[in-house]
């Protein structure tokens, strides 16, 4: 379905309706995967099959290193691999079955072995999953849109189609989830049926999006750089002072999304005395991230991609105090979960956008075009904060005497309050810092006009 290359010059061709909906209709199924590799398997690794809070955190870190350096390996395969069904599409197709049986194979963590047994089988199905398969989809389906339009305003609206679609498999893996598990039961049989059923939706999900995009744009630079040895390529990616940027800003996000995820549904099951209330808190928080991204094209054009994503980590941090104040009170819960899920927006809506701008910055500084790695070595930004995050949780909960039972010590507590207000608060400080150094958006027209006419 690849059609007939157009010119790299061509930036009046924009994509439709419906291939924008198959664009974003990838990331709600990789979501639904990534919801629950960052916000419930921890909780199912420790409250069902009952492993140690610091054993899976310690698992989680390690398998971070192997997923680092796996994005950069599959980086390399999809800059040498053309197929005729798309350089980076058609590994949309390849991915989608392995994508749901790894996932499944995650929850059939044997229940009555030893702890050494249980910790072998989660490393490995947890890396076959989330090392493997996930990478081997998320990083060519993430480098799928600057392949699909050339236009800047097309591509912010393909990528704002995308982070604006991809909440909702997370909303739905989030709010519904716990109910549907404690409904079949609550045990180990009942996670493992739901995550099958969410796997066989997200393996239609990608046959769609597979279907309905295509390849339009392959650039002479990109073919070079192709050629070129992985050093050459990765020193030319180091000099781009705006891919650290944002890798950093990535890993502090990362941060936020792994303790959040992970420790939300501690919070709600010892501070607010129900664990199916981290369904209606990332509800609180996702419905309104998810019209805020909808409406945030106009913004965006007044505004500037930097100025918005400041701006909303300044909102995130707000939402954090008002916690702090009050950190029981379900009303003001819920209203931090608001303020975030509306500072969360600008940095979806706009993060794949100004990676494509960083992706022109560095050709435009270096004459290299460095693509498919500038996406993996900033997924390992990604990953390696998750890990770092999962890592810590699980070590302060550890210290903490948190046990996984019913009723916990108040240390343990205590720590689970911590780490939700201070350690969201830390991260969304830490992408205001990296903002402020951030002056791509006020360069951006004149780097696109001298490189319009280099390659003209």
Request: proline letters at 3%; charged letters at 15%.
């Amino acid at each position: 379905m690849t059609k007939k290359q157009l010119s790299m010059n061509d930036t009046s061709f924009k994509t439709s309706l419906m291939e924008k909906i198959a664009y974003g209709m990838g990331d709600t199924a990789c979501n639904v995967v990534f919801a629950i590799t960052s916000s419930l398997i921890v909780y199912f690794y420790t409250n069902v099959i009952g492993m140690s809070a610091a054993l899976v955190g310690t698992i989680l870190l390690a398998s971070r290193v192997f997923d680092g350096i796996s994005d950069l390996l599959i980086a390399q395969i999809v800059d040498k691999v053309n197929s005729p069904k798309g350089k980076a599409r058609a590994w949309i197709l390849w991915m989608a079955a392995p994508y749901g049986i790894a996932s499944v194979l995650m929850f059939c963590v044997p229940p009555h072995s030893s702890t050494m047994v249980q910790a072998i089988y989660v490393f490995i199905t947890y890396n076959l999953c989330t090392t493997g398969v996930y990478t081997a989809l998320n990083l060519p389906y993430s480098n799928l849109a600057p392949m699909m339009t050339r236009n800047d305003d097309d591509l912010a609206k393909l990528n704002l189609f995308r982070m604006a679609m991809s909440p909702i498999g997370n909303l739905i893996v989030t709010a519904l989830t716990l109910p549907f598990i404690n409904m079949l039961g609550g045990g180990q049989k009942a996670w493992i049926t739901v995550c099958a059923i969410y796997s066989i939706v997200a393996f239609f999900m990608l046959l769609f999006c597979y279907k309905g995009c295509q390849e339009r744009f392959h650039t002479d630079a990109a073919k070079e750089a192709e050629a070129m040895p992985f050093a050459q390529r990765l020193k030319a990616t180091l000099k781009n002072k705006y891919f650290i940027v944002l890798t950093l800003t990535m890993i502090a996000v990362a941060l936020y999304q792994n303790v959040n995820g992970t420790v939300a549904t501690y919070y709600a099951q010892y501070m607010l005395g129900n664990v199916e209330v981290m369904g209606v808190m990332q509800s609180f928080e996702n419905i309104p991230k998810i019209i805020a991204i909808i409406c945030l094209a106009p913004f965006i054009k007044k505004f500037g991609k930097r100025n918005l994503v400041l701006f909303g980590a300044v909102l995130c941090v707000l939402g954090q105090v008002v916690v702090l104040f009050a950190p029981q009170n379900m009303t003001m819960v819920m209203a931090a979960a608001v303020m975030r899920g509306i500072g969360e927006a600008p940095f979806y809506g706009c993060i794949f956008t100004m990676l494509a701008d960083v992706i022109e910055y560095g050709h435009w500084k270096t004459g290299i075009r460095v693509q498919a790695l500038i996406f993996s070595a900033f997924t390992v930004g990604q990953k390696f904060g998750g890990g770092v995050a999962g890592w810590l949780v699980g070590q302060l909960m550890e210290v903490s005497g948190f046990t996984g039972l019913e009723m916990e010590i108040p240390s343990a507590i205590s720590m689970v309050k911590n780490l939700y207000i201070y350690g969201n608060m830390i991260a969304w400080a830490l992408v205001i810092i990296l903002m402020l150094v951030y002056h791509l958006d006020k360069e951006y027209d004149g780097i696109m006009k001298d490189l319009t006419g280099r390659t003209a």
